[in-house]
């Protein structure tokens, strides 16, 4: 933690800090107000520390409890579990190759702030038992893409101008989910899935609902002749909608071949959300 270090340092030469504060002030710093100063910065350090052992134990002992639970589980679980971290290796993988061929890696991403429209809940990291809070209005983020972890709602609509990044946040966000369901013991860690809308061609015959998304879904998936992820997918796709694993994350909404090429945006937009139905 440099920031840390830099305050450690900053509290040993007690001449800086008097003269940074009366250059900054313009007339002399009274010793007390110096002392209450170096205080105020030691207990500002002592809680940030505390704050990162706490967060760092209850991450550990998460991992913990997910391996104790796979070694006490029967061996159907176990084997699913392996499964599950197989998978996630899987789109960990098909995000890396996305990257590669747009010329892009994931450490060179750079984390956006956002102002946020939100009207729901999101999980405070630090003490998810508190996890439960309601924001309403606008809130300033500093990461797009840990709010994006953080949210508790079934669904969010990320918007921008172009080129302000939303794609790679998306791309990331997938690929940092991937990892940890790779990595983890639990078999119902979340598994997210990146899917590009603009791929989604609807034959006119074929209605706008959740089949033709699903199956939209499932062609994406399967398209890598890859036996072991279609019998994944076969197996656990429904079990997975079921108990909510999935996290699936759409890119290019506005650039969906149906709704470039309508001449009613309106009603194709909104069959598309949900908001009416074509039935």
């Avoid at 971290?85 to 994931?106: I, P, R, Y």
């Avoid at 729901?120 to 300033?140: E, K, Q, T």
């Avoid at 598994?191 to 791929?199: A, C, S």
């Amino acid at each position: 933690m440099d920031y840390l270090k830099i305050i450690l340092e900053f509290l040993k030469d007690y001449q800086q800090q008097q003269k940074l504060l009366e250059s900054f002030l313009g007339h002399p710093v009274p010793p007390l107000v110096l002392a209450i100063l170096r205080w105020l910065i030691v207990l500002f350090g002592s809680l940030s520390i505390c704050l990162a052992f706490l967060s760092l134990v209850r991450s550990l002992g998460q991992q913990w409890r997910d391996l104790w639970k796979h070694i006490v589980s029967s061996d159907e679980e176990k084997h699913r579990c392996r499964r599950r971290q197989h998978f996630s290796a899987f789109v960990e993988s098909q995000m890396t190759k996305l990257n590669l061929a747009e010329s892009w890696e994931d450490y060179r991403f750079a984390e956006l702030e956002a102002e946020i429209e939100t009207e729901g809940r999101r999980r405070w990291a630090r003490f998810p038992s508190f996890s439960v809070l309601i924001d309403r209005g606008l809130r300033h983020e500093r990461s797009l893409s840990k709010a994006l972890e953080r949210s508790r709602e079934g669904i969010i609509l990320l918007e921008g101008d172009p080129g302000a990044g939303k794609s790679v946040a998306l791309r990331h966000v997938t690929y940092q989910l991937a990892r940890k369901a790779r990595d983890s013991w639990n078999a119902k860690s979340v598994i997210p899935i990146y899917l590009n809308l603009k791929q989604l061609k609807r034959d006119p015959s074929l209605r706008i609902d959740q089949t033709l998304i699903r199956s939209f879904i499932l062609e994406g998936l399967k398209n890598v002749n890859s036996r072991d992820v279609v019998q994944f997918l076969e197996e656990e796709f429904d079990r997975g909608l079921h108990e909510g694993t999935w996290l699936f994350l759409f890119d290019s909404f506005d650039e969906t071949p149906d709704i470039l090429g309508s001449t009613d945006d309106d009603t194709t937009i909104a069959l598309y959300t949900g908001r009416y139905t074509n039935s």
